[in-house]
């Protein structure tokens, strides 16, 4: 991501003051084709995070019980909007505004006369502040009233993901955060997206509680299993399709270095699914499809942090971990009893931390060096403390002064009913009785 920000430095000049885009005698490029090169990368990359919304979708609808499947295709769809939305309102001026302090930007909120990069930079970004938000999504399933969701959602994306992300990403606009004057490694964000995006999940889940049934008294835990394998596999490969623009895209340039790039997110996310596997049988588990899917985003997300600074062969290891924590993480939330109904914490939050981690750990140029790795230590807790306490706060507001937790009754017979009064599937809840009749009467 610095890159990304050094690049957008660079070609702002000749975009607002196109006489001075002269030819480069030795490429023979003018910088304008350059810029509209760039320019056009950087929104195909754009476009493939945006489709990673389609991604969480079906990931998260799959793996809910199919009386929630339209609460969580809501959900979804919902924090995306809303979200992108306060981003450019708040979050945008926040996140990448002047920023002298370190801390967080002043200007540039509700941005409208911009140069022509500018625009191209604020849409990318949009797009990865909608995939910080709904993470959460995912891990709060079929116990979360719509509305206090929706509510935590734009806060995310509008103040927590933009403060902690202006840490380590902030002074596009000028100034620079106090994480990136230490030297942070967070190329596409390992931390900054998927491990903030977590912590807001963990602090929501502890907050609403788990789902009735999940954890019975003296008993182990109860699996609840989801409704639609299909939708699960498919949203991991889309997920895994919009990860190139993820982590290509944030080079801001369509220059060779998207190469290495995309072959250590490949190489990392097919290490994540046979880390997976060793953890699954090492932990007397089967070899569950969902274990392996959430195995490769384990190991995508690890990668995230330093995709651009690490080799084909550490990648390989970061992944290979990645995938192995998020598995082993997810036994960890089952034993404290933490109801996470994707396992969102383990894959974004603990591999997140392992790959930022990583980053400094396996940093091409000079690795091993101890001073980065205290440095990444230092940003993973920081933005840690940040997430989880201003969104646990968050959570317990919402749930005083709103509601965040489903009515039981309203959990026992599906989200979809009681909340949006539609059915994913008409025909099989016609066979249990929910007729036209009871959708009525609920919604009285």
């Known amino acids: ?25 030795a490429a023979g490029i003018t910088y304008a084709t350059q810029a509209s090169a760039d320019t056009t990368w950087l929104m195909i990359a754009a476009a493939l995070v945006f489709l990673m919304q389609a991604g969480f979708a079906f990931l998260e609808s799959g793996m809910s019980r199919s009386k929630n499947a339209v609460n969580v295709l809501m959900k979804n769809l919902m924090d995306c909007c809303v979200g992108s939305l306060l981003f450019w309102c708040v979050g945008y001026g926040l996140m990448f505004g002047l920023n002298e302090g370190g801390l967080f930007g002043t200007s540039h909120f509700m941005p409208v006369q911009m140069e022509a990069w500018g625009y191209s930079f604020l849409l990318f970004q949009m797009m990865f502040a909608a995939t910080a938000a709904t993470i959460a999504s995912g891990a709060m ?12 959602a734009a806060i995310i994306t509008a103040v927590i993901y933009p403060v902690s992300g202006s840490w380590v990403w902030g002074g596009f606009h000028g100034g620079k955060g106090w994480l990136a004057e230490l030297g942070f490694i967070d190329f596409a964000g390992s931390t900054v997206v998927h491990s903030v ?45 919009g990860w190139f623009g993820f982590n290509g895209g944030s080079t801001a340039q369509a220059n060779v270095n998207i190469g290495l790039i995309n072959l250590n997110t490949q190489l990392a996310a097919c290490a994540g699914a046979l880390g997976a596997l060793l953890a699954l049988r090492l932990s007397g588990q089967p070899m569950l499809l969902t274990g392996i899917i959430n195995g490769v985003l384990g190991g995508l997300v690890a990668i995230t942090a330093g995709c651009a600074t690490t080799t084909p062969d550490y990648a390989i290891l970061t ?20 109801d996470d109904v994707v396992g969102a914490v383990a894959v974004h939050g603990f591999a997140g931390a392992w790959g930022t981690l990583a980053a400094g750990l396996f940093f091409a140029e000079d690795p091993f060096n101890t001073y980065r790795v205290m440095v990444q230590v230092t940003g993973i807790v920081a933005c840690f403390l940040w997430a989880f306490l201003s969104a646990l706060l968050m959570y317990i507001l919402i749930a005083a002064f709103f509601g965040l937790r489903a009515d039981p009754l309203h959990e026992q017979r599906g989200l979809d009913i009681t909340e949006h009064a539609e059915i ?19 919604n009285r």
């Not at 690049?7 to 001075?20: D, I, N, Q, T």
């Not at 049934?213 to 399709?241: D, Q, S, Y």
């Not at 994913?424 to 609920?442: H, K, M, V, W």
């Open 424 to 442: 994913g599937y008409p025909e099989f809840a016609r066979q249990n009785a929910y007729d036209s009749d009871t959708l009525n009467r609920i």
């Open 141 to 152: 399933a079929e116990r979360t009233r719509f509305g206090g969701y929706l509510l935590g």
């Open 1 to 25: 991501m610095h890159r990304l920000l050094s690049a957008a430095a660079s070609m702002a000049v000749p975009l607002l003051f196109p006489g001075v885009a002269v030819a480069d005698e």
């Open 197 to 241: 995006g977590a912590w807001c999940a963990l602090a929501g889940i502890l907050v609403v509680g788990p789902r009735l049934g999940r954890f019975p008294r003296n008993e182990k835990p109860h699996a609840l299993p989801g409704h639609n394998l299909n939708l699960v596999t498919l949203g991991g490969f889309i997920l895994w399709f």
């Open 319 to 338: 992944g290979a971990i990645g995938g192995f924590i998020a598995i082993l993480g997810m036994k960890l939330l089952d034993a404290f009893r933490l």
